[in-house]
């Protein structure tokens, strides 16, 4: 059981994993470590949410100041106490002397590392600009014409609102709790899109 858990939990070199209580907990970290050591692996620096007791028992933790941080997991933040999840946007915002081209709208929006696609709907808006610079033939490091340099600098300028966003880790609801998927998708000249609920 733990095995299989293991397994659909491990991500490159994370194990991000939940259980529903102390026990399994327990079970989780004790066993997880005993089949990752029969291939000379070492499963360090848990970090868990719950289970005060266990927070002392887990000798990689970081002490409880810690936790009222942002832990990085799989290229977002979790924050622990509040068990939500968030993008990482540095407030880099461009310098006045920075020149607007097709290679430095492409740069800025792929700089937001987004795997589950919470952001598509602000990421989406340079993507469009990328397509205007396409026809209108601009090269790469052509400074864009005025009209699309305006429009990206003011997305630019409002990117660091991205840091405020922040959704539950949580889904799965209570024990006896009904699920059920809503999908939604639409499509313009412009871009198309699915999301699921």
């Known amino acids: ?10 991500y490159v070199d994370n ?40 927070r002392d028992n887990c000798k990689e933790s970081q002490n409880a100041s ?16 509040r068990d939500t999840l968030k993008i990482d946007v540095r407030n880099d915002t461009q310098s006045e002397s920075v020149k ?11 700089k937001i590392f987004d795997p ?16 205007e610079t396409w026809k209108i033939k601009a090269n790469w490091d052509d400074i864009l014409p005025e009209e699309i340099a305006h429009k990206f600098e ?3 300028r409002q990117l660091h609102q991205l840091n405020k966003l922040e959704i539950p880790r949580w889904i799965q609801g ?12 639409d499509a313009s000249q412009q871009a198309y899109a699915t999301c699921i609920f």
């Not at 194990?15 to 066993?31: G, R």
């Not at 607007?100 to 792929?110: A, F, G, M, N, P």
């Not at 209570?174 to 998708?185: I, Y």
Request: hydrophobic residues 40%; aromatic residues 8%.
């Open 15 to 54: 194990c991000v994993a939940s259980v529903k209580s102390e026990a399994d907990l327990t079970k989780f970290i004790n066993e997880s470590r005993e089949i990752m050591a029969l291939g000379k692996f070492e499963l360090r620096g848990w970090q868990h949410n719950s289970f005060e007791s266990l």
């Open 66 to 81: 810690h936790i009222l941080q942002d832990i990085p997991v799989l290229g977002l933040l979790w924050n622990i106490e």
């Open 1 to 10: 059981m733990t095995a299989q858990h293991l397994q659909k939990s491990m």
């Open 116 to 131: 589950i696609g919470i952001t598509a709907p602000i990421t989406l808006i340079p993507k469009i600009l990328l397509q």
């Open 154 to 156: 003011k997305w630019d």
């Open 174 to 185: 209570h024990k006896n709790s009904k699920h059920s998927l809503h999908v939604f998708c």
């Open 100 to 110: 607007v081209t097709k290679r430095y709208i492409l740069s800025k929006c792929h």
